[in-house]
């Protein structure tokens, strides 16, 4: 018996010296695993934070680009201001109703999880397929090759700038932004702050600006303001998507609504504050921009508010493209810091690598959802038209908005249990959902186009990934992507997060 227990006591001993000697060879990976449920993401988005989080994103390149877009359409000046008011008004319903959905589920991700909720994995995995691969960071690349063109311009007076240098510039933009908003959540967001006071101040410039010369009787653009406009069904849904790829944004706190203080009351209030204040500037800008151009000069200027500033603010113009460059990085920003949390959301449902559903030991940042979304943007810098881009982007996205706002109707019936601390009028989500339809069927109807089907087929796509590698979980795939989470869990020091419902 004395030799026995002394067998099995040298036994425990090699066993423990064993279990060290593994602790040893892997100190990283047992410290991560060991902290992994002991992580979230902080709440340090407020109430300023987050008015400056849908400002910022929205007015970004949108509102010195889409001008002439939306001009071009409609024929007139009339018209155009009224589809700039309308986008705004649009903006501000679609906006209330995600301020019920994101009061009553409070999880990062936006539409994620609100189709989630409402429908089930099928349409929330197809809205992460075209959000993460598509229009997000299409979105990204657009604004940052904005950003680039007004940037690179100063250096090559009296003509345009080498594509390679735009797209550089571009991609450098990327990764700057993509660095900062890995490192910390409050140093992105303190850049944003700073950002959108910055593009602010531009914004100031020019309508002051225009009130000025209105008060002089510079009215001549504004007289038969509807004559020689071109009204039409297909003209008014393609004026309608380039104004409100101008306020694309106004749902942005939804991607973070898990790092909102107090979300109960600041989404709301933010959105309350945020939104109107953006209409009433875009109106007073589009206004400002009349009073020194014609429609004929305003659809003929290379930069809308360069010109603007030629005109008005000669000899210090020259500010008006600088601060053009910081509403563009604030809106690139923006769209990086949230787009990050619905990557982020779809690996923690298991609809992307799971390694993208981590976050940052020392940062608490979700750096790998980041670092992804900041990859796929700059493959799309490499190609280019921009206002093809808009049309389509606008295209896919408001087929997700009318059906995220058709789920908020389905879940007052089938979801009644939730508790909602904000409840919108029926007739808001009514007529978002009416014009979300009237945005997606117009064009195909009165002008059809192949890319609207690519559009559309690249959605349904979808369905295969999800089949394979989803739904029956083929082992083949797993092994692999274990292996690279493996890897990346201990290159990049990332850990899953403790999920936060409150």
């Keep these: 018996m004395g030799e026995e227990s002394l067998r099995k006591r040298k036994g425990e001993d090699a066993r423990k010296e064993d279990g060290q000697s593994i602790q040893r060879h892997e100190p990283q990976t047992m410290n991560l695993q060991q902290q992994a449920k002991a992580f979230s993401f902080p709440r340090s988005v407020g109430l300023i934070s987050g008015i400056c989080m849908i400002v910022g994103t929205i007015i970004g390149s949108g509102i010195f680009v889409s001008p ?18 309308a986008c705004g008004i649009l903006a501000t319903l679609g906006a209330l109703c ?5 009061t009553m589920i409070t999880k990062s991700g936006g539409e994620y999880p609100y189709l989630m909720e409402a ?15 598509v229009t997000r960071p299409s979105s990204f690349a657009i604004i940052c090759l904005s950003f680039a063109e007004y940037a690179s311009a100063p250096f090559y007076p009296g003509c345009d700038p080498p594509q ?63 004559k020689d406009s071109k009204i039409s069904v297909s003209s008014i849904s393609l004026a309608f998507y380039n104004g409100l790829w101008a306020y694309d944004g106004w749902n942005q706190l939804n991607y973070i609504t898990e790092e909102l203080k107090n979300p109960y009351r600041n989404l709301p209030l933010s959105i309350i504050i945020g939104i109107p204040l953006v209409t009433v500037c875009y109106v007073l800008i589009n206004i400002s921009y009349f009073t020194v151009m014609t429609s004929t000069e305003l659809l003929q200027s290379q930069a809308v508010a360069v010109t603007f500033g030629d005109r008005v603010l000669y000899p210090a113009s020259w500010i008006v493209p600088l601060f053009v460059v910081f509403s563009t990085l604030g809106s690139a920003n923006g769209t990086c810091f949230t787009t990050g949390r619905l990557v982020y959301v779809a690996g923690r449902e298991g609809h992307m690598l799971k390694v993208l559903s981590y976050i940052s030991v020392k940062r608490l940042t979700p750096a790998p959802a980041v670092m992804f979304n900041g990859a796929i943007a700059i493959i799309y810098i490499i190609p ?19 059906l995220t706002v058709f789920a908020l109707v389905l879940m007052r019936f089938t979801r009644k249990e939730l508790r909602r601390p904000i409840r919108v009028p029926i007739i808001i989500p009514a007529i978002v959902i009416v014009v ?10 009165s002008a059809p186009e192949l890319p609207y089907l690519y559009c559309v087929l690249f959605i349904l796509s979808g369905l295969i990934v999800y089949a394979l590698f989803v739904h029956f979980k083929f082992s083949w795939p797993q092994k692999i992507s274990k292996t690279i989470t493996m890897h990346l869990q201990m290159l990049l020091e990332v850990v899953p997060a403790e999920e936060d419902t409150e």
């Design 384 to 402: 280019g038209d921009i206002n093809t881009l808009i049309n389509y982007f606008s295209f896919a996205v408001w087929i997700f908005y009318g």
């Design 98 to 102: 995600f301020a019920e959905l994101g």
């Design 164 to 226: 390679v240098v735009i797209k550089c510039l571009a991609a450098a933009a990327i990764v700057v932004i993509t660095t900062v908003n890995s490192l910390s959540v409050k140093l992105g967001s303190y850049l944003q702050n700073f950002l959108t006071a910055a593009k602010m101040i531009i914004v100031t410039v020019i309508i002051v600006s225009g009130i000025v010369l209105l008060a002089q009787g510079k009215t001549e653009n504004f007289e038969d303001s509807f």
């Design 436 to 445: 979300s339809i009237l945005l997606v069927l117009a064009p195909i109807i």
């Design 119 to 133: 429908f089930g994995p099928i349409p929330a995995f197809l809205f992460s397929w075209t959000s993460l691969l």
């Design 68 to 85: 002439k877009s939306v001009l071009a359409n409609v024929g007139a000046v009339g018209p155009c201001l009224t589809i700039w008011a």
